[in-house]
């Protein structure tokens, strides 16, 4: 190959007339999917049928086709091995140690999201491949890196509790007072003060009193509230967190 006067080649390089050869590596997606189920927070995962690590648990997830985006493929992989869709993902980390996957080198986009068990229940589909939600303090055996992605979702979820509204994405859309504080109490894995707690989130502002009631057991009515969206956009926005 001929070089121009100011000594480059037509593919831009001093001398050399062949490209340098590329890394081959692969990219995949994996998805952590928290929910609330009976007290306890849970994290949603699915049996691998295909070595490596065949009959391991995982999370959902799977390679990055040639012809979508990353983004794209992990709300594909979510819904052909559980039938859940039109949830929000929230991109968490990429992992790329050399080891992480036996069949090469091979990078993982990984996401995570918030959903609330009474309206995402796992379609008939999704049993018979074998999806369960998991307690995240008893998790089996994780194929891959998986537990370290689970324990980094984790605590990204538990420093996001405090200044934004991750903890209503997990709650119908109205909800006891009681209800509330217990789902803080689940993600944070700690007890709050029940006096202060409530006293906080109504001087906020960010509950709307839908001048409804429920009836809990034997217990008096309890009142239910709903999410004022607008209200915790403007906090946030001034930079008011709800410390607990």
Same mark, same amino acid.
């Given at each position: 190959m001929?070089?121009?006067?100011?000594g480059?080649?037509?593919?831009?390089?001093?001398?050399?007339s062949?490209?340098a050869p590329?890394?081959h590596h692969?990219v995949?997606?994996?998805v952590v999917?928290?929910?609330?189920?009976?007290e306890?927070?849970?994290?949603?995962?699915?049996?691998?049928?295909?070595p490596p690590?065949r009959?391991?648990?995982?999370l959902?997830g799977?390679? =990055?086709?040639?012809d979508?985006?990353v983004?794209e493929?992990a /709300?594909r &992989? !979510? %819904?052909?091995?559980t039938g859940?869709?039109t949830?929000?993902l929230e991109?968490?980390y990429t992992?790329?140690?050399l080891d992480r996957?036996p069949?090469g080198h091979?990078?993982s986009v990984?996401y995570?999201a918030v959903?609330?068990?009474?309206?995402?229940?796992?379609r008939?589909r999704?049993?018979?491949l074998?999806?369960r939600?998991f307690?995240?303090?008893?998790l089996?055996?994780?194929?891959?890196?998986?537990?370290?992605?689970?324990s980094l979702?984790?605590?990204?979820?538990?420093n996001?509790?405090?200044y934004?509204? =991750?903890a209503?994405?997990?709650l119908?859309?109205?909800?006891? /007072?009681? &209800? !509330? %504080?217990?789902?803080?109490?689940?993600?944070?894995g700690?007890?709050?003060?029940?006096r202060?707690f409530r006293?906080?989130?109504l001087?906020?502002g960010i509950?709307?009193?839908t001048?409804?009631?429920?009836?809990?057991?034997r217990q008096r009515?309890a009142?239910l509230?709903a999410f004022?969206e607008?209200?915790?956009?403007?906090?946030q926005?001034?930079?008011i967190?709800v410390p607990?």
């Amino acid at each position: 190959m001929t070089e121009s006067p100011n000594g480059f080649n037509r593919l831009g390089r001093r001398g050399a007339s062949t490209q340098a050869p590329q890394p081959h590596h692969a990219v995949a997606a994996d998805v952590v999917l928290f929910t609330i189920q009976d007290e306890s927070l849970k994290v949603l995962l699915v049996k691998r049928a295909t070595p490596p690590f065949r009959g391991w648990w995982s999370l959902p997830g799977g390679f =990055v086709r040639k012809d979508e985006s990353v983004d794209e493929a992990a /709300l594909r &992989e !979510l %819904q052909e091995e559980t039938g859940i869709t039109t949830v929000y993902l929230e991109q968490l980390y990429t992992f790329g140690d050399l080891d992480r996957d036996p069949r090469g080198h091979v990078i993982s986009v990984s996401y995570y999201a918030v959903v609330d068990w009474g309206q995402f229940q796992l379609r008939a589909r999704a049993a018979r491949l074998s999806a369960r939600w998991f307690a995240v303090t008893h998790l089996p055996n994780l194929s891959f890196d998986h537990r370290k992605i689970v324990s980094l979702a984790l605590e990204r979820l538990r420093n996001k509790v405090n200044y934004t509204s =991750v903890a209503f994405q997990l709650l119908p859309k109205k909800f006891t /007072l009681s &209800e !509330l %504080q217990r789902a803080y109490e689940v993600i944070l894995g700690q007890r709050v003060d029940k006096r202060n707690f409530r006293k906080k989130m109504l001087q906020l502002g960010i509950l709307r009193n839908t001048k409804e009631q429920k009836v809990e057991g034997r217990q008096r009515p309890a009142r239910l509230y709903a999410f004022a969206e607008t209200r915790v956009i403007k906090l946030q926005e001034k930079g008011i967190i709800v410390p607990f």
